[in-house]
């Protein structure tokens, strides 16, 4: 089953400010944490998202929390084969994040519900606690490095032999570890290319072996996007979502509009 983890559509919230403040954050800052609603126009569907910064209780953090849902209509709005798209809802996302501005270090709960039946189950849930450490910019680069550990559940689980667990249960376990970077053109301007590497630590033998696909354990997955600032409340942003096993051009592909409140 292929995992993305766009940490993204990663409008991931800002060290330079708490929920409360007024003043506009830097939207083109992976840690960068503010109010905001957005929708994506992609070859899957419709995909619409909101998130929430929130006052944390300490002055030297800020929160927020994001849910996501994609692939609406894809069956009328998207252009993919029907075999890669559903009349409905293809996923839910729902993160919660928190960012040290002394530190530059941010945690994430990231929790992903796939509605689309693998080799797995027929339904499948992601939940990963993660770190995040921001570096300083090199030039026109800035690195996010992030690792971090997650617990895979299933709707009607495929055993390893055969046989189906009634309802929800725990599959298994794994870890993932990966980058997120920003490359700064203008002040208008900017890319993203995310890297992670994601694999299996413990689980059915079953989930261990074909999680990311039959016979695959582990998976690298890519993510590039391409932005640009229209107002300092405003981005237009295009993402491309691709792995090992599927090329630039089978990948997913969207264009997401960003408006913070």
Not at 132 to 155: A, C, D, H, N, R
């Amino acid at each position: 089953m292929i995992k993305y983890i766009s940490l993204f559509s990663l409008a991931l919230f800002s060290t330079a400010g708490i929920a409360e403040e007024k003043e506009v954050q830097d939207m083109s800052d992976p840690l960068a944490v503010f109010t905001q609603v957005g929708v994506g126009v992609t070859d899957k569907g419709l995909n619409f998202k909101i998130g929430q910064a929130y006052d944390t209780g300490d002055d030297t953090t800020a929160g927020m929390n994001l849910i996501e849902v994609k692939g609406i209509y894809g069956d009328v709005l998207g252009w993919r084969s029907d075999d890669l798209t559903t009349d409905s809802i293809d996923s839910f996302r729902f993160r919660n994040f928190s960012v040290d501005l002394t530190t530059g270090r941010a945690t994430q709960i990231d929790a992903n519900y796939s509605l689309k039946n693998s080799l797995v189950a027929d339904e499948t849930m992601d939940v990963s606690y993660s770190f995040i450490q921001g570096l300083k910019p090199m030039g026109p680069v800035t690195l996010y490095p992030l690792g971090g550990v997650g617990v895979s559940v299933g709707e009607n689980a495929i055993e390893d032999d055969g046989t189906r667990d009634s309802g929800f249960s725990t599959m298994g376990v794994y870890a993932l570890v990966g980058l997120y970077s920003k490359i700064t053109i203008t002040d208008k301007i900017w890319l993203n290319y995310n890297p992670f590497w994601l694999t299996t630590l413990a689980g059915s033998q079953n989930y261990k072996d074909n999680y990311y696909g039959e016979n695959q354990s582990h998976i690298l997955t890519h993510e590039f996007a391409a932005s640009y600032q229209i107002s300092p409340r405003m981005n237009l942003r295009y993402f491309a979502n691709w792995n090992q096993n599927l090329d630039f051009m089978d990948g997913d592909h969207r264009i997401e509009f960003n408006y913070q409140l």
